[in-house]
């Protein structure tokens, strides 16, 4: 099982949405620490993956040595993408 771990900036960009939508994100988040790359797809723009949530994003990094998820952004679709 993986150990997820989140960025400064993730959090706060999560602690910003509406209950509903984060305990979606949270729900997904507990799936993907069992089977991590069923879920995620690799992205070629930014080194990371991403997991879909309906209309919302996570943008992650996984160290498999160290069997870490890194939650690195969270955001709608529309904007997580952006630089």
């Given amino acids: 099982m993986y150990h997820l771990i989140f ?3 993730a959090l706060h960009d999560l602690n910003k949405l509406g209950r509903e939508v984060k305990e979606r994100i949270w729900n997904k988040l507990q799936l993907c620490k069992e089977e991590p790359f069923r879920f995620l797809e690799h992205l070629a723009e930014i080194d990371g993956f991403k997991l879909r949530i309906g209309n919302y994003r996570a943008i992650v ?6 069997k870490t998820i890194k939650v690195t952004k969270v955001g709608h679709r529309r904007n997580i993408y952006e630089r």
């Fill in 7 to 9: 960025e400064k900036k």
């Fill in 61 to 66: 990094d996984v160290d498999i040595s160290l």
